[in-house]
C-alpha cells in the first residue's frame, strides 16, 4: 500500500479556473511527513547527501530558482518526494494552494508547510450534496480557513472556493485581512448573503474579479453594487453575478461600468432587462465575455418601435467569445445576437427555452463554438444542427427542461448520434434523456476518440435500451473501451454488474465516477475498486453493494479523494471495520435529520443510515461535525 | 449481524408527505419500454427490488413490482433525482406554470346581465388596461381608482373573488399579487357600488 501512495494520483477537476493550480497536500500527506522525519520512504538520492558538508545554501538557491518555474501542482508534488531539501525548497517557492478536500488537512497544518501561498484553492462538501441528498449544515466551514490565511499570508490575492459554506462574516474577514486581494470565486457555495458581498465591493481596492457562479446568494435590501468605489477607474476584468437572485441598483452597476475600462467578462443575474443590457453594452464593447441577463423586456414594458439598436450593440462587441444568460428570453430578440455567433468559442442557452427552429437561426453561425450548453427543448432536430455545424464542438451539455424520470423526452439517441457524427472532437458531454440506445452509445464512443468527460443521465431509473430493451451496458462498455482518455464517467439506464466489469476492465484512466441505481451485486463494485487504479472520487446511490464490495477497496481508498455511498446495502458494522482497518480515513455515516431526534449518536451507533462519505485525512475526526454525522472508529 | 441499510422504517407513511412534481391526482405511468423491463432477467428478484426500491431515499413504488399494488402507482419523485441542481430546476418550474396552457382566463359577472364574459388576465399589465377592456367589454364607465374612495363618481364597482373566497376591491393589491389571486371577477351594480364608496 505504501508504494502506490507515492504514486502521483492525479487530480483533476474541470472548474477550477485555469490560472488557479496548485497542489493538494493531502496527496502528499505521507510525503509530508516523509519529508519532515527524513524516513526510508524517501524517493531519489542518497540519504548519505544530506549530510555531506556542500554549502546547502548554494544548492537551495538554485533550487528555489529552478523550482518557482514549476506550475502543475503535480510537478511539484513530485519535485518535494526527491529528498529532504526539495521538500522544504519546494514548500518555499509553492504560490498557489489547491486543497482537494477541506478537511483532508488542517489549515493550521497548510500554512506551516507552505509559507509563501498567493493563492488558494478550497473544495468542501461532496457532489451529491447538491441533489438534496444530505441535509444542509454537513460542514465545509471557510471560518477557520480564513483565520489561519489570514495570519499565515497577509499578501494573499487570490482565493477560490468550491461547494463552501462562507459566511458574511468570513466575507468581511477576507477584505479585512488582506490589503492586496484581487480575485474572488466563489462556486457552488452558500452561507453568504448580499451584505457580504457590499463588504468586498467596498474594501477591496485592488479587486479585479468577482465571481459568483451558481452559489446561492442570500438576499437582503443591501444594494452591494452600490458599495463599489464612487469614483476613480476600477481594475476590475471580472464581474460575474448571474446566480444572484435578488435585483440589483442597476444604475449603480452602470456608473461601475464605465469606470471599469479593463472589464472583460460580464454576466448579469435576471434582473437586468434587455434594455439595461444595451445601456452596458455600449459602454463596454470590450467585453469577451458576456452574460445577457434576462434578455427580454422588463416587467410592464412593452414592446415599442423606439427600442435601441441591439445589434448595432452586439456587432460593436468584437472581442465577445463566450455569450451567456438568456435567463428570460424572449425569444424575438434573439437575432440581436447574430453578428457575434462566427466569433463565439462558447454558448450557453441553457435557461433558454427555444425550439429548434429558434437555434438553427443562431447555431448556423456559430462555426467556431467548442462549447455549446443548451436545453433539450430544442430536440433532435436541434443537436442534428448543431452537428452540422459546430465542427469544433469540444464540450457539449443538454439539460432538461422538464427533469422529471416520465417527462417527454426532446431528445434522445437520435441527438447523440447526431453530434458523434457532427463533431468529432468532442471531449466531453453531459446529457440528460429519456430514451437512449446502446447503438448510439457505441458510435459516440467510436467517433469521439478524444472524449475525457462522459455523462449520460437517462432520467428515467433502471431503464434499458428502448429498442432492444437490453440493459446499457455494452454502450458503457464501449465508451470505457474505445474512449482512452476518459477521465470521468456517469452511468445510468438499466446496468447489470457487467457494465462495472467493464469499467474495471478498461477504466484504467477513470478518475471521477458517478453510478446512481444500477448493479446487481457486491461484484460490480468490486470490479471498480479492484480494477481503476487512477479512481480518485466515487459516488454511488441506491445501487445494490455491500460490506463486502466495500472491503475490497481497502487497498486504495488512501488512494482517494473521497467515497460516497448513499442508499447502498452497506451496514454500521462494515463501515466500522474500515475504519479501523484504515486509521487515516475518516469513515462519516449520515443520518436523515428525521431519525436523530433521540439523543447521543454514540448509543445510535448501530442504527441504519443513509449515507456513508469517507475521505483521508491527515487530522482525524473533525470537531465541527452536526449531530446527524457520526464519524466511526 | 449485517443489517441493510433502510430509510427508517416501512411503516411510515412518508407517501402521504411526500414533495412531487407533477399535478396531485395525476398519475402518468411509464410511458416507455416497461414490458421489456419487466421481461428482463437482469434485474434482481422482486423481493430484492423491493427492497433496494426502498433503500432509494424517498418511498418509491417501483412500477415494475406491480405486485406491490394494484393500480399501476405513479413514479413519485426520488429525492435528488434527476440530478440537477436546485436552481436550475426551480427556474422552469416557474415558467412551466406561466406558459401553461392558454392563459389566465377567469369569469365575469355583472350585475343585471344575462350571461357572463371571460377575459384573459394574462393579456393585460396593468389596472388601467383591465379596466378599460371590461369597461369596453360592457359598454360601461367605471370610473377612477382611488385608494380613500374606490370608485367614486361611477355606477359600477369592479370587485374580484380571491383564493381565500372573500370579495375584493379591484386595484388595492399590486398588480402582480392580482392576478395571481384573482378567482373571478364580478362588477357590481347600483346601491350596492355606491355603498363601497362610503367604506
Redesign the interface.
Known sequence: MREERTEMSKDDDRSPPLDLRGADIAESSSKTRNCVTGSGHVTGLNPMEFQAPYPDQVLENVLENVLQFLTSRRDRNAASLVCKSWCRVEALTRSELFIGNCYSVSPRRATARFSRVRAVAIKGRPRFADFNLMPPEWGAHFAPWVAALGSAYPWLEKVYLKRMSVTDEDLKHLAEYFPYFKELVLVCCDGFGTRGLAVIAKKCRQLRVLDLIESEVAESDMDWIGEFPESGITCLESLIFDCVESPINFEALERLVIRSPSLKKLRLNRFVSIGQLYRLMVRAPQLTHLGTGSFSLAEGVAHSDQEPDYESAFAACKSLVCLSGFRDIAPDYLSAIYAVCANLTSLNLSYANINAEQLKTVIFHCHKLQTFWVLDSICDEGLQAAAATCKDLRELRVFPIDAREDSEGPVSDVGLQAISEGCRKLQSILYFCQHMTNAAVVAMSNNCPDLEVFRLCIMGRHRPDHVTGEPMDEGFGAIVKNCKKLTRLAVSGLLTDQAFSYIGTYGKLVRTLSVAFAGDSDRGLKYVLEGCPRLQKLEIRDSPFGDDALRSGLHHYYNMRFLWMSSCRLSPQGCREIARALPHLVVEVIRDEGEVIRGECEEHIDDPFDILYMYRSLEGPRDDAPNFVTILH | ????????GNDLNLEATELR??LPGSD??????SP??R??N???SPE?AEE?SS???SNVSDA?NGDQDSAPPA?A?????????????N??QQ??TE?DGAGMYVKVSMDGAPYLRKVDLKVY??YPELLKALENMFKLTIGEYSEREGYNGSDFAPTYEDKDGDWMLVGDVP??MFISTCKRLRIMKGSEARGLGSL
Open positions: 449481524m449485517e443489517r441493510s441499510v433502510s430509510y427508517g412534481l407533477g402518468e405511468h411509464e410511458k416507455q419500454s421489456s423491463a421481461t428482463s437482469k434485474r434482481a430484492v433496494s433503500l432509494s431515499n415494475r413514479k419523485q426520488v429525492v435528488g433525482w434527476p440530478p440537477i441542481r436546485s436552481y436550475r430546476r427556474s422552469f415558467k412551466k406558459a399589465k396593468s398588480w402582480d
